[in-house]
């Protein structure tokens, strides 16, 4: 029988690679910016698994392009929101995703961006590079203090629990969370309650979303819940642009309730530089790279490829979405 195909869309660790290379034949994308629409479409038809990135979006045309032959969807990443699920599973296509590898992580990403909006970070090193900082300044650069504060956390799944349990066990802050059900484990490490969306607003110091990008949650931060939020709080983003409103957020990071947000994260990506959001000094914008660890990196191209294998060879996916 020969070697069933696979296409990877762009290079991942070679530990994952190489375990894909000995049961499979692998054509790996090699460009350092995703393979085009037209290209996806092209490299897709006779492969029985894909090997995708969140910035490749997996619909029913590529479904389509792909043929009855495919098997598996696996997705190098614990996001799936540009895969469409519910295709795959009308196609008997499984797809698998990279949990809990990624949750420490993404959770520190989370609280540097919490500290570096907290405290004006952005705007000191941009000052300090363009030779904008003159003299040390009593009343320059005031943020505020972590402890004993109030942390709302949208999504109290893994990731939402880890960076609850840093900001807990770190500096003391109260925890309050949103999630479809109750998280037991959260509330006993962390005495977390969990309240409305409204109350967690109207109450946090900071806000943290660490919630899927689904039909529910896409622009959930809009500017009736932003403006709900605490005068002088702060909104971290590490999950998916499209749960926040963008114009909205840069109206409260002007005109308040916010005093800064950090965001892993936007609609689209890149944003443009030129973008009122990438310019605004209280905004600290990194390049989406909560999973951006060695140690991260490696163990998720180790899962995909475990799912892809297992997929492909008709076993239990290690970690299935569908
Ligand atoms: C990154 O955003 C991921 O979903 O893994
Ligand atoms: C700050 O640098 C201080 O010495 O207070």
Request: proline share 6%; glycine share 10%.
């Amino acid at each position: 029988m020969a070697a069933p195909r696979v296409f990877v869309t762009r290079q991942i660790p070679c530990i994952g690679l190489e375990r894909l290379s000995e049961h499979c034949d692998v054509e790996v994308w090699p460009g350092e910016l995703p393979p085009d629409r037209n290209t996806l479409l092209a490299k897709v038809p006779g492969a029985a698994g894909l090997l995708t990135l969140l910035s490749d979006r997996i619909d029913a045309e590529v479904f389509a392009a792909a043929g009855p032959q495919l098997k598996v969807v696996s997705n190098y990443a614990v996001g799936y929101n540009n895969i469409d699920t519910v295709e795959a599973q009308k196609r008997g296509v499984r797809v698998g995703n990279t949990p809990d590898v990624l949750t420490a992580a993404t959770a520190d990403m989370a609280v540097a961006l919490l500290l570096a909006a907290a405290r004006h970070l952005r705007e000191g090193v941009d000052d300090v590079r363009e030779g904008r900082w003159q003299t040390w300044k009593p009343l320059g650069y005031l943020g505020v203090e972590l402890s004993d504060r109030t942390i709302g956390i949208v999504g109290g799944g893994r990731i939402g629990a880890a960076v609850a349990q840093r900001l807990h066990g770190g500096w003391k802050m109260r925890v309050l969370y949103t999630a479809r059900s109750d998280k037991r484990d959260l509330e006993q490490a962390t005495g977390a309650r969990r309240v409305s969306f409204e109350e967690l607003l109207e109450e946090s110091d900071f806000v943290s979303i660490h919630c899927d990008l689904n039909p529910e949650t896409a622009g959930m931060f809009d500017a009736a819940a932003l403006q709900r939020m605490k005068p002088g709080s702060v909104l971290v983003n590490t999950a998916r642009g499209g749960v926040v409103d963008q114009d909205a957020l840069l109206e409260a990071l002007r005109n308040g309730p916010l005093l800064g947000a950090g965001l892993d994260v936007t609609d689209p990506e890149p944003l443009s530089p030129e973008h009122p959001l990438a310019q605004a000094a209280n905004c600290v914008i990194a390049p989406h790279i909560g999973s951006a660890t060695r140690e991260a990196r490696e163990a998720m191209a180790r899962i995909a490829a475990d799912n892809l294998l297992a997929g492909l060879f008709d076993q239990p996916l290690p970690a299935a979405v569908v």
